[in-house]
T-cell receptor
């Protein structure tokens, strides 16, 4: 596609439920990133994929968070047993390759846990 | 480890006056540096990037930034602010050995008529 696509754009879920957030990167981009942005703050790194593998998952806050990218393109961020503190905008980005290229960001998924 | 400091959480300027948004970084290796802008309810858009070429970098919409290694700074400037520049601005660092992009806390720019 023309840009990074994230679905859904908004998600409201009840505390304790499971959610999946989807990211379609720019075609041909091998690197994919997930970030979380809380209100009034800068994006915080969660996980980085190079191809199908998670090259760096050091930003995942706990074991309730998990992400996959099985075919090296689309990625899904999965959150189990959601908590109200998980409410944030989840951003996905892709870049052509590791190195000095910039990341292109999607519009984000606004997750609200009630 | 990499980190970014944006010294001002909020900057307010009058339309037509210069803009200065300050950024200092910490990086173990030779960094790549970026400025992104985020308008309300919009995605992050790249303004400009420094990747070890010219130290003065020109970006979109009249913005530019200068990489100063001795000061570990990458301040963003624009000669004349426009109302449409009102947004949140993020300075971002990435080690050339690193993988992820580390964001600063952001500076909210307000432009007064």
């Amino acid at each position: 596609g023309a840009g990074v696509s994230q679905t859904p754009s908004n998600k409201v879920t009840e505390k304790g439920k499971y959610v999946e957030l989807r990211c379609d990167p720019i075609s041909g981009h091998t690197a994919l990133y997930w970030y979380r942005q809380s209100l009034g703050q800068g994006p915080e790194f969660l996980i980085y994929f190079q191809g199908t593998g998670a090259a760096d998952d050091s930003g995942l806050p706990n074991d309730r968070f998990f992400a996959v990218r099985p075919e090296g393109s689309v990625s899904t961020l999965k959150i189990q047993r959601t908590e109200r503190g998980d409410s944030a905008v989840y951003l996905c980005a892709s870049s052509l390759a590791p190195g000095d290229t910039e990341a292109f960001f999607g519009q984000g998924t606004r997750l609200t846990v009630v | 480890a990499q980190s970014v400091t944006q010294l001002d959480s909020h900057v307010s300027v009058s339309e037509g006056t210069p803009v200065l948004l300050r950024c200092n970084y910490s990086s173990s290796y030779s960094p790549s540096l970026f400025w992104y802008v985020q308008h309300p309810n919009k995605g992050l858009q790249l303004l400009l990037k420094y990747t070890s070429a010219a130290t003065l970098v020109k970006g979109i919409n009249g913005f530019e930034a200068e990489f100063k290694k001795s000061e570990t700074s990458f301040h963003l400037t624009k000669p004349s602010a426009h109302m449409s520049d009102a947004a949140e601005y993020f300075c971002v660092v990435r080690d050339n050995y690193g993988q992820n992009f580390v964001f600063g806390p952001g500076t909210r720019l307000s432009v007064l008529p």
